[in-house]
């Protein structure tokens, strides 16, 4: 019986989704770390540096980046997200969470904007939403490239055929 419940902790345990949360303060880290546990595995980085060292390293469908960073910014974060197979969707966090920077972040391609103090309802609701969306996106770019690699495949079987009858 205690087998059965393992196997089936550590077969959910696979399917869930990494989210990277990078922030200086250890009680917001340790915030989401609580409010995310059940639905996500959550990676924590105190610092930019660290947090990009991990992006780098690890697949995330989401990573939460707050504004007060002691180095580095939420900005450096989105440009490295950019250049990874399966992007994550960043979501930028502040305690001033404002029109200015809901506009910056979003026509910079920040995927959402959470306020802070962390309300547990928003954060589900918003990593519930971004995650979804990751999981349709990779699954859409899977796709894309079986069909990709099907066509090269033919296409250069055509190929072969042409110069052999040439």
Known sequence: MDLK???NKSAHAAVLPSVLCIDSHE???HTVETMLGETCKVVRASTVTAGLRMLSKGRFAAVLCDTEQ????WRQVLLATTHKADAPLLI???RLADETLWAEALNLGAWDVLA????L???T???SSTCHHWRMRSSSARRAMRAGSETTAIDADTL???VACA
Not at 70 to 73: A, F, N
Not at 116 to 119: G, H, N, R
Request: charged content about 25%; overall charge negative.
């Open 92 to 94: 930028v966090t502040s």
């Open 70 to 73: 002691t180095e580095g910014s």
């Open 116 to 119: 802070k103090p962390f309300d």
């Open 125 to 127: 609701r918003i990593i």
């Open 121 to 123: 309802q928003e954060v």
């Open 160 to 162: 072969g055929a042409n």
């Open 27 to 29: 009680g917001d880290r």
């Open 5 to 7: 419940i393992a196997l």
